[in-house]
């Protein structure tokens, strides 16, 4: 569990005296593993793929395709300028929409496959046998037929 440590702190000249005596609580592990990381991948996983941008203007276009599409079948439309709009930004939504999706899941990198290739450069722990485990247990013992 935590152990508590104080750790005495040289005051220095802007210190004020009355302050006290830093306590660090510090909990153990058994290991830790360190992965290194290229800058490309820490780009990565900060701004996530370029392709993501591609996706997200696909989804804007293809429901404001919808939408339009929508209000063409709902609505009657006195003005027939209002309605070629309405006809433009359905055509146009819908066909930069589906080559935007296209374009994003022909480039698109998972996040997820970039962790597993970072996860895959420490080989997995191989499991060591402790003289525990390796003894039967003596109620396993009594449970054997005898010959």
Known sequence: MAKEESIAMKPSQTDVKDEKALRVRR??????????????????????????????FAIFLVSTAFASFASLLTS???????KTVFIVITVVGFIIGAYLLVAWYRSHTSLKSICKQIRGRIPPEVAV???YEER????????TPKD
């Open 76 to 82: 009657n439309f006195p003005n027939e300028t209002i």
């Open 129 to 131: 046998a402790t003289e």
């Open 136 to 143: 039967p247990v003596e109620s396993e013992l009594a449970d």
């Open 27 to 56: 909990g153990r592990v058994e290991s830790v593993d360190l992965y290194e990381i290229k800058d490309s991948e820490l780009d990565l996983l900060e701004k996530g793929s370029p392709a993501d941008l591609q996706f997200n």
